[in-house]
């Protein structure tokens, strides 16, 4: 498949296109990575994704895939080498669940707690909801090298934010989410994860994302603020 087209629109610093490339180069796929400016979307994105204008934005022979976890599987499905997900049933289902459930539970509450720099009552209870979200989430990785097993599987990309972002997430918000001495096992995989030849290789610059997650969490603050 060396041959066909393969397209990916992405934000260097987005967690969401990021577990895209990761999933492209863990299975060996040739691919064209076109960086999108979301502040100032092109009439590429427009086109292709005219109802989200959103990243990422995956092209394959011409079609257009969209929505991250959609795209993982789609990669999965079209490319069986190095699969990613289960081929039980069952655990494909709980994979899906677990991958939902971080997203919803985790991610949106971590995100809006580094951004309630306002609102300290709202602030804590995003950050409850959140370190709720990882006890179950750590619940699920003890005694586990990955969650895909021995290696790196689905899951693992679509939680992967967990590993880098997260933590930048903590110093911006001044929080401590992610406890060491609370979550041993998550803080294991974390490093695992990140010293993984593929992922270590493919991570946005470490003080660029933090300073620009704290020019972001200053904008969305004072966005909440005047909508309270």
Not at 67 to 95: C, G, H, T
Not at 145 to 165: K, N, R, T, V
Not at 169 to 194: C, H, Q, Y
Request: hydrophobic content about 45%; overall charge negative.
């Amino acid at each position: 498949m060396a041959s066909e087209e393969v397209k990916l629109l992405g934000f260097w610093v987005s967690p969401f296109s990021m577990r895209v490339e990761w999933a492209l180069i863990l299975k060996g796929i040739e691919y064209e990575y076109i960086e999108e400016d979301i502040f100032n979307k092109s009439p590429l994105l427009s086109e292709l994704n005219p109802v989200h204008k959103k990243v990422p934005v995956f092209i394959h022979n011409g079609k257009v895939v969209l929505e991250s976890f959609v795209i993982l599987e789609y990669i999965d499905e079209v490319w069986k080498d190095n699969p990613l997900l289960p081929q039980d049933p069952y655990q494909r289902a709980m994979v899906r669940f677990w991958a939902k459930f971080a997203e919803e539970k985790l991610l949106d509450s971590a995100f809006f707690a580094m951004c309630s720099l306002e609102d300290e009552k709202v602030k804590a209870e995003k950050i409850a909801i959140a370190v709720e979200a990882l006890e179950r989430i750590e619940g699920e990785l003890k005694g586990k090298i990955f969650f895909g097993g021995e290696s790196i599987g689905y899951l693992d990309l679509a939680l992967g934010w967990i590993s880098y972002w997260l933590p930048v997430w903590d110093e911006v918000g001044s929080m401590k989410i992610i406890d060491p001495l609370k979550f041993p096992a998550v803080i294991s995989w974390m490093n695992r994860f990140t010293n993984h030849q593929v992922i270590k290789n493919k991570l946005p610059p470490r003080d660029k994302t933090v300073v620009y997650f704290q020019e972001r969490s200053k904008i969305i603050s004072a966005i909440l603020a005047k909508n309270k």
